[in-house]
């Protein structure tokens, strides 16, 4: 087995680690667990490994400036809040050692530092609504979810929020600038020059 690693180039040993959950997680992985017919590691492994594939690009140390943008457009909010990033982190995670040419602006990372934030606030508000509606049972089940966004005309019209059209004119803003301009679009498109 060992010589077998060896010829691979692959590590298959497992290694025992500990983790500290909170109730509600445990709670909610053995039911998903139960749900999948599953044991509760399989679900925990499963988290993991999707965990690493989407944040893939931040595990290599070369991949830095624009080519991190999608990273933090999609999964910025949960990063910023998980990991208490500022902007002066994320600026130092996104742009330590980049040549200036590959770079992003610093302007540009005050807006994903900002859109982080203002999605775990809205986040964090909505999940507070909802603890409130179940503790004391003041509205009817699914109420908060029959309430008209923020923006929205009072639920008339294209039902598309302001805060929805801003994140996707955001989103289109940097894929723009820094995916899809000259050199990175081969990076955006995922197409290897074959």
Do not use: C
């Not at 991949?63 to 130092?92: C, I, K, N, Q």
């Not at 019209?157 to 994140?167: F, K, M, P």
């Amino acid at each position: 087995m060992n010589n077998n690693n060896r010829r691979t180039g692959t590590d298959s040993r497992k290694q025992a680690v500990s983790i500290r959950m909170n109730r509600g997680d445990v709670r909610n992985i053995k039911r998903l667990a139960e749900r999948l017919g599953a044991r509760d590691s399989d679900v925990i492994r499963f988290a993991i490994k999707l965990m690493l594939a989407r944040l893939s690009l931040l595990q290599d140390p070369s991949v830095r400036g624009r080519s991190l943008v999608p990273v933090f457009l999609e999964l910025g909010p949960e990063l910023m809040r998980h990991f208490e990033l500022d902007y002066a982190r994320l600026s130092t995670i996104i742009n330590e050692g980049v040549e200036k040419d590959h770079s992003v602006d610093p302007t540009d990372i005050q807006l994903l530092a900002m859109h982080g934030l203002q999605r775990s606030y809205r986040e964090l508000r909505v999940a507070s609504m909802r603890r409130t509606q179940h503790a004391f049972g003041s509205t009817p089940s699914g109420a908060l979810d029959a309430l008209p966004a923020v923006g929205t005309n009072n639920g008339r019209g294209s039902g598309i929020n302001d805060e929805d059209a801003l994140e996707e004119s955001l989103r289109q803003y940097l894929y723009q600038k820094y995916l899809f301009s000259d050199d990175t679009t081969i990076l955006a498109t995922g197409s290897g020059g074959g």
